[in-house]
């Protein structure tokens, strides 16, 4: 019987003082608005203000209706203003961390061809070394974030992209490099080279060196996979990366790789997503060009494991 339209005419009726100008702000006739208030005087059973007065008096009906205005329409303002930004969000922003430095591999080709394809995508890459990308994503800071370590959060969907093995990059002339695959207690007298990035997000601790209770020699940090294979070559330690990260330096005699274990190490790639976005129709599209993208450029990856 109420409608919100009725709460906007009382309170452009109040603010302007006359229905002619009311009628302008609400966009009527002001036959059109008087008959829209004695239609809703009619339903309710009594007047809302007292007619040829100036200034304007309202009934105690009319006053309680604006003071339901007060409440109400502000609400309805604000929650507008929220699915417009949600909508202009959904589709046309991806905003993208990355928790895996060595990505930027395949990324950067997968954008563009994403690009061709969703040119009104607004797309930005943030680095994950300012905040912590999976609590960003949130609270819908980001769209996107590129991982291998998925947490179980309330409202995130992890979507599987590919699989990989972990490889121990060594020196060409390193006593490792003519081994089959290194065991823990090996890596007690190495230095191991990693991205500056917290241990237990890291595969060459969860699942080799931790669960057999070994912590190597030394540790060291670099921040390019690039500046990591020049210590290595160089003899100054060792470094576990994802085969297709080493590919190019293997292919090079750059630096050598062995096994992490006699079963190797294997992790899976993901890309998590808020559930909301990952029915979005891009959405679909970016993950399928990643899928296809890695396919074509990176050696030695699989499927996603146990998926």
Known sequence: M??????????????????????????????????????????????????????????PSGQRLLALAEQILPQVRLAERDIVRLAAKRSARLHIAIEC???????????????????????DILGSNVFEPLASLTREELDLVITSDPLPLDGIHYEPLFGYQSLLAVAPDHPLASQRFVT?????????????????????????????????????????????????????GVSALPNWALAEYLERNYVAAVKLGEQGVWGTLYAA??????????????????????ARVLSGITAPLNH
Request: glycine fraction near 2%; include cysteine.
């Open 2 to 59: 109420l409608e919100l339209r009725h709460l906007r005419t009382l309170v452009a009726l109040r603010d302007s003082g006359s229905l002619v100008e009311a009628a302008e702000r609400v966009h009527l006739t002001q036959s059109a608005l008087s008959h829209q208030l004695k239609e809703l005087e009619n339903r309710l059973g009594d007047s809302l203000f007292v007619r040829k007065t100036r200034p304007l008096q309202f009934t």
């Open 101 to 123: 430095h060595s990505c930027f591999q395949w990324l950067m080709p997968t954008l563009d061809e994403f690009r061709e394809h969703a040119p009104d995508v607004e797309i």
């Open 184 to 236: 823990p207690q090996q890596m007690r007298d190495q230095t191991l080279i990693t991205y500056p990035v917290e241990q237990n997000r890291l595969d060459v601790f969860n699942q080799f060196l931790t669960p057999a209770g070994v912590y190597p020699q030394e540790l060291r940090t670099a921040e390019l996979t690039m500046m990591m294979m020049q210590l290595v070559a160089s003899g100054r």
């Open 273 to 294: 997503i808020r559930r909301e976005q990952f029915e979005l129709d891009w959405m679909k599209a970016f993950l399928e060009t990643a899928r296809s993208t890695t």
